[in-house]
């Protein structure tokens, strides 16, 4: 996908964590953010555990105009931290990392805790410069049982999203003072890879067949959203148009989190 350029964060350094992507029919979540945030003019900070995955997405920058530079690093060291602040002192910082399933502790750490060692390397930094905008990607596995017709979210997933949720809520309100916004979008079923390809692989699945089955539990019509829609939504949070909004739930999910309530 190409798409129109603006000049909406240009200026600013933006990073993007979890930009690579496993191999899928379509783009990821973190890939397509990165390559709209380059679009609307930002220096991207390509983050992603993957190396070689970072760079592709940066190669994919590039071939567009845009500049950006990729950074391998694990998000729940501290000192990969430092060094994602040490590259370039972000304005933006979206938190694109989870893992579905596993053990409880690793997905927590990866999903939650994670969340909070970005606060502790990057805060202190925006607070210097007077601002900034984080953008935490949860799920709405947060705030709902059931997000599909499979049945029931993993429990450590679901838990670790609900933390994300009131990690972004508190450190909204501690930071609102300094001129940080810190938002979350709540996504619902997204066809990506993560979502789709490696999950039907894992579950022994047709990949078209376990799509459709994902569609049929979205009521707006056309089914899954794709990694665009999340990508808008992140553009959006991060830029002078929702200067007033802050520790904001967002939902991306065609309607399915409607059905909470």
Known sequence: M???RDAALTGRVAVVTGAGQTPGAHIGNGRATALLFARRGARVLVVDRDGASAEETVAMITDEGGTATPLEADVTRPADWQAIVDA???DIVHHNVGVGVGDWARVMEINSGSGVLLGEAVLPVMR???GGVITFVSSIAAIAATTSRRGNTPLPYKMSKAAVNALTQTMALENARYGIRVNAIMPGLIDTPMG???AAEVRGIDRDDYAARRD???PLRGGMG???DVAHAAAFLASDEAAFI???LLPVDGGQSARVG
């Open 88 to 90: 370039g002192r972000p």
């Open 2 to 4: 190409t798409g129109p």
């Open 128 to 130: 210097e410069a007077g």
């Open 196 to 198: 789709v390809d490696a």
């Open 246 to 248: 802050t520790g904001v």
């Open 226 to 228: 794709s990694a665009w």
């Open 216 to 218: 049929a539990a979205v």
